[in-house]
C-alpha cells in the first residue's frame, strides 16, 4: 500500500489538530510534535487505520527535537514513502504588547517557537530525506503579518517575516538538487483559533489593533481551523506546489 508520511508541529489543537486529522486515512502515517497529547486524534488513527505517532515537546528548546527528529528519519526506509511532508505550523504570538513592554523570556521563547524551530526541523528534515526517491515537502505556516507589520507584535511578525525569507533560500537551494524538496511558505488567512481570542483579549492601550480582530469575529469573518486546513492540503497536493515559493491561501 503506498504510503504517505507527514510531520506536523503544534498538531495539538487548532489548525495543527486540524492538519493531522484530514491527513489521518489509511496509507497515511503522521508524526505529531507538540508540547500536549492529543487523544482524540489518537483515537481517530485507531478507527481509520492510519499511523500516528505523537512526541511532547516543546519547540521553544528546538535543537533536541530537531535532533531526535533527524535520527528517527534516518532510521526509516525512505523507499517505502511515496511521499514525505514537514508542515512547520507552531507559533506563539506572545503578549500582545509593545516591544518594550514584552517581558524579555517571552520575545525569546516566540522567536524560538516560532522561527528557531522550523529553520532546525527543517535542516533535520532535509538531511535525514536527502535520498529518499518520493516527493519531498515542506509547507510553512507563515501569515500576513510577515509581510504586513503590526505594532503590538513584534515578535511574531519578525518571526514570520524570517520564515518567509529561509524558505526562499532552501527553495534556490533545492532547487539544484536532484530530488530536491518543495518548499511554501503559506499565509493561511485569519483563523479562528486561541489565538485570536488572545489578540482579541488584549490591552486595547498596549494593542491598537485588537478592535479590528474583535470585528472580524463579531462579523463571522474568521476561518474555521477545518477550513483551511482542508485548503491548506489541497494546496500541499497539487502538482504545482513550489513553484511560488511564499503566497497566500487566498491568493
Known amino acids: 500500500m503506498t504510503t504517505h508520511l507527514t510531520l506536523i508541529t503544534g498538531h495539538s489543537r487548532g489548525l495543527g489538530a486540524a492538519l493531522a486529522g484530514q491527513r489521518l486515512q489509511a496509507g497515511h502515517r503522521v508524526l505529531g510534535i507538540a508540547r500536549a497529547h492529543h487523544a482524540a486524534l489518537q483515537a481517530q488513527a485507531d478507527a481509520a487505520g492510519a499511523q500516528l505517532a505523537q512526541w511532547p515537546l516543546d ?55 516560532g522561527l528557531e524551530a522550523a529553520l532546525l526541523l527543517t535542516a533535520a528534515f532535509l538531511a535525514a530525506t536527502a535520498g529518499w526517491p518520493g516527493a519531498r515537502r515542506v509547507m510553512n505556516i507563515s501569515s500576513g503579518l510577515g509581510r504586513r507589520a503590526m505594532a503590538g507584535s513584534a515578535a511574531y511578525c519578525a518571526a514570520k517575516a524570517g520564515m518567509d525569507h529561509f524558505s526562499r533560500a532552501v527553495a534556490l537551494e533545492e532547487a539544484a538538487r536532484p530530488n530536491g524538496a518543495r518548499i511554501v511558505s503559506i499565509a493561511p488567512g485569519v483563523i479562528d483559533t486561541d489565538m485570536q481570542a488572545q489578540l482579541r483579549g488584549a490591552d486595547a492601550a498596549l494593542f491598537p489593533e485588537r478592535a479590528r480582530f474583535a470585528q472580524l469575529h463579531a462579523g463571522g469573518q474568521l476561518l474555521s481551523p477545518e477550513d483551511c486546513a482542508r485548503q491548506l492540503l489541497a494546496r500541499l497536493d497539487r502538482a504545482d506546489f513550489g513553484t511560488e515559493v511564499v503566497t497566500d491561501i487566498r491568493e
Open 59 to 113: 519547540l521553544s528548546d528546538a535543537v533536541p527535537a530537531a535532533q531526535r527528529l533527524q535520527a528517527w528519519l534516518s532510521g526509516l526506509d525512505g523507499n517505502t514513502f511515496a511521499s514525505v511532508t514537514l508542515i512547520n505550523n507552531a507559533g506563539l504570538v506572545g503578549t500582545p504588547a509593545p516591544l518594550g513592554q514584552v517581558p524579555l523570556d517571552q520575545l525569546s521563547q516566540a522567536m524560538r517557537a
